[in-house]
């Protein structure tokens, strides 16, 4: 069984995982916490984040890469985003249910800065804003089914979580998955709703929407596949999806909720040139406060502002979410902020290269900017059967302990990311290469 390096810098994040798993079914409250995503013996517990570092209730410091799994662009803590969110709960409040001034401003910021958005409605979570674009398109189509691709995450309404990470064995051809639940109690029939196809695979897309788009009403996807580690399109991929969905009329739903403010000011799609019909915003967007944005076409939101479709949600565009949101845009404007992080990421990904050379590893880095991931595999990887095939589990396993005992955090699991915030600096970075010159000695010594 898999166990840190060394046990004895973690006992209190051990003891508190004892006592919660008597309490809480898998003693934490996500399953990418869980002992089976790859936290195994035991997830560490926090104490506190600050800027580019966190804390566990053990004492041990960490260069922050997990950073929350995204949410944390600005680092933990941000001044200007907690300042002005502790100002208007002091001042003004937190949940109303009733509009106020501000929604206005954020949504004309997101409007600005994404050129695919002419209207956009907010809400609390990525699960939320995928549901209900879904449910868009197939109310503005009339068509029933999504088509969505192997190997990605769109939250976990019964709708699309499904063949996420399948086993291949059972999934069906490379050509034709089929479509696989994540687990038990999705409502019978829901596969028929449902055409999985392979990444990457622009003839596989071409064939599908030939023999049934008539009755496809969406294909959902990320511009970078980025919960199968992170896998870039190939050129020419995103443009050929664009265009063969909009000669069929099939709405083409970007899912943003990890790239979204974080690739570019205007996401993924600003930074690679996509339109898309509907498009799905969360982490990024509030500096670490929980909320979301779906937004796209106003002939397709037509349907929400005549309550054709209901999005609805007590919390949605609460007070807390709409300031940190504002305030957040507001820096993420800044001029020439995404350039200096994109410089600090480069430096990253060539020193992570260099190390990979210099140890003579079957491994290599890639990535976008400030979201990238170092895949231990002898052949490139392009969609999520080559990760299943060839991803190395066990090798990723000993480079991320090492990492973690020379105080480098990020996730355990070889189809997550890693994650670099506006709040990491130059000196983060070179300790960060350092340490990852000690940690790839030592794997190559261990495999």
């Not at 919390?315 to 994109?342: E, F, K, Q, S």
């Amino acid at each position: 069984m898999p166990a840190y390096k060394t046990p004895s810098r973690t006992t209190r994040s051990r003891d508190y995982f004892a006592r919660s798993s008597e309490i809480i079914p898998s003693g934490v409250n996500s399953t990418a916490r869980a002992v089976w995503s790859g936290w195994d013996p035991y997830p560490l517990f926090v104490d506190r984040g600050t800027g580019s570092h966190i804390f566990d209730v053990d004492g041990n410091e960490y260069i922050d890469y997990l950073l929350g799994l995204g949410p944390m662009i600005l680092g933990h803590r941000p001044q200007k985003i907690t300042e002005a969110v502790v100002d208007f709960i002091q001042n003004r409040g937190t949940v109303f249910a009733m509009p106020a001034a501000e929604e206005i401003t954020l949504s004309e910021k997101i409007i600005a800065a994404v050129p695919a958005i002419e209207q956009v409605r907010l809400c609390n979570t990525g699960t939320e804003a995928v549901l209900y674009a879904v449910r868009l398109a197939r109310a503005f189509t009339g068509r029933k089914k999504l088509i969505r691709f192997e190997g990605m995450y769109h939250g976990f309404s019964d709708g699309v979580y499904w063949s996420k990470h399948p086993t291949i064995e059972t999934a069906g051809p490379d050509k034709a998955p089929k479509a696989i639940p994540q687990g038990p109690g999705m409502p019978a029939g829901l596969d028929d709703s449902l055409v999985i196809l392979p990444w990457n695979d622009v003839e596989a897309l071409r064939d599908a929407i030939a023999r049934e788009g008539h009755n496809i009403a969406a294909v959902i996807t990320e511009a970078v596949m980025c919960n199968t580690g992170c896998i870039l399109p190939e050129p020419g991929y995103l443009e050929a999806m664009r265009d063969l969905t909009a000669k069929a009329g099939i709405i083409l739903i970007c899912d943003e909720v990890i790239t979204g403010f974080r690739l570019s000011l205007g996401g993924a799609q600003g930074y690679y040139g996509l339109q898309p019909d509907l498009s799905t915003f969360a982490k990024g967007l509030g500096g670490g406060f929980p909320v979301a944005a779906l937004g796209g076409r106003k002939d397709i939101m037509a349907l929400v502002a005549d309550g054709t479709v209901s999005m609805a949600g007590t919390y949605a565009a609460n007070g807390i979410a709409v300031t940190a949101a504002n305030a957040t845009l507001d820096h993420l404007a800044t001029p020439g902020l995404y350039d200096t992080l994109y410089g600090r990421c480069q430096k990253l990904f060539d020193g992570l290269a260099k190390v990979i050379a210099d140890n003579d590893i079957p491994a290599y880095v890639t990535g976008v900017g400030p979201v990238m991931q170092l895949w231990f595999a002898d052949q490139p990887i392009r969609n999520y059967r080559d990760a299943a095939r060839h991803a190395r589990h066990d090798v990723f396993r000993t480079w991320w302990e090492e990492m973690l005992d020379r105080g480098v955090l990020f996730h355990p699991g070889a189809f997550e990311n890693l994650f670099i915030s506006f709040a990491h600096t130059d000196d983060d970075i070179a300790q960060t290469v350092a340490i990852a010159g000690e940690a790839m000695r030592a794997v190559k010594a261990k495999h």
